[in-house]
Structures are given as C-alpha cells and as structure tokens.
C-alpha cells in the first residue's frame, strides 16, 4: 500500500487553502497544484520553453519569466489555447505529484489542493477526492477582499462547474460556512473517518 492521496478542490474563493492548512496540522502532507505549474514554468525548465514555443514571447514579462497575468489573457478566452496550455504542463504536474507519492510512506496522506482537479487528468492520480464548498456571496465577498472585481469574479465562477457537480463528483464535502471553527471540526470529522477506513 503506498501514500494515500486526497485530491481537494472547489470553487474559487471557497476555502481550499484553509481546509489545507488544517489537513497539514493534522498530519497530512499537502501539495499545492498551482505552486508546481509556477515552479514547472520558470526560466529554464522544459516547460517555460513548451509555452514560449506554444504562444510566444508575448506571454513574457520584462524579466523575461512567463507573466501569469498575459498568459491567463491569451489562454482564458479561447478553449483550444487553454487545453493546449493544460496538455504541456498537467503531465509534468502529474509527475511532480506521483514522485513526491513514491517518496512517503504507506500510513502518509498527500492532499494535492488544485482548482482544476475534476477536469483533468490529475483526478486519475487521486484515491479521493473532497471537495469545499461555500455559499456564492460569501466566495465573491471573499474575491473582491483579495482585490478582485466583483465582475470577474463572478464570470471566473460562472465558468467553473456547478455546486451540484462539485458534489457528484466529490467522496467528501467539506462546507466551509465562513465559521472557522465549524469548518475545523467537519474536516476532523472526515480525517477521522479517512483514518479509520486506512487502519
């Protein structure tokens, strides 16, 4: 039996990183998704060089690293683009995870925190899968406190799946109401029974 893994997704702005954090005081080993594709898309790497190639200098800021907010820009908008941006660095994140997998012992936990879990490959790479849920106003309360529009934040959730399909999808559903405490005490709840089941 190796690492148990634990995909954890979710909408934005409903609470996966603190749902994390509190797995991590638990004693799980957390991975964030979107900290890898950052580190997969530096300078130098194989990946860096895949995009430039794919979508040119263009997605390049002045210190000639991949700017995250011009590629968003040439990506977001046009599907093909977006899938071809997943094709080169889902893989490599994949890698990423599996070898940090195989590097844990068989009673260790790895939660991989991703926002795009469900429509990917990465959800093959995951025993389970939770997910985090909150009310719609609370998440673009908490986007617009990040500095977000409330425009963009509703259009960026318009285009993530439905509550109803982050449930079919999900083996746990954390609700993450807003009260710290409460959320604690549901994902305890869960770690116990994932404990449980793994003894």
């Known amino acids: 039996m190796t690492a148990f893994v634990i995909g954890l997704t979710g909408p934005i702005g409903a609470g996966k990183s603190t749902v994390a954090a509190i797995l991590r005081e638990l004693g799980a080993k957390v991975l964030d998704a979107d900290a890898i594709v950052r580190d997969e898309q530096s300078r130098g790497t194989i990946g860096y060089s895949a995009i430039v190639q794919q979508f040119g200098t263009k997605v390049l800021g002045e210190d000639r690293e991949i700017d995250r907010a011009k590629l968003a820009e040439e990506v ?3 599907p093909l683009k977006l899938q071809r ?6 893989p490599r994140v994949i890698a990423r995870i599996l070898q940090a997998r195989a590097m844990l012992g068989d009673k260790d936990v790895l939660v991989i925190e991703a926002i795009k879990l469900l429509e990917s490959d990465l959800r093959n790479a995951c025993d389970a899968v939770w997910v985090v849920l909150t009310p719609r106003p609370a998440m673009i309360e908490r986007l ?3 500095g977000m529009p409330k425009r963009e934040a509703e259009l960026r959730l318009a285009n993530q799946l439905t509550d109803q399909q982050y449930r079919t999808a999900a083996d746990v559903v954390i609700e993450n109401d807003g009260d710290r405490d409460r959320t604690r005490e549901r994902v305890g709840e869960a770690w116990a029974g994932l404990r449980r089941a793994r003894a």
Do not use: C, K, Y
């Open 76 to 78: 977001f908008g046009d």
């Open 85 to 90: 941006l997943e094709r080169i660095m889902h």
């Open 144 to 146: 617009s406190a990040r």
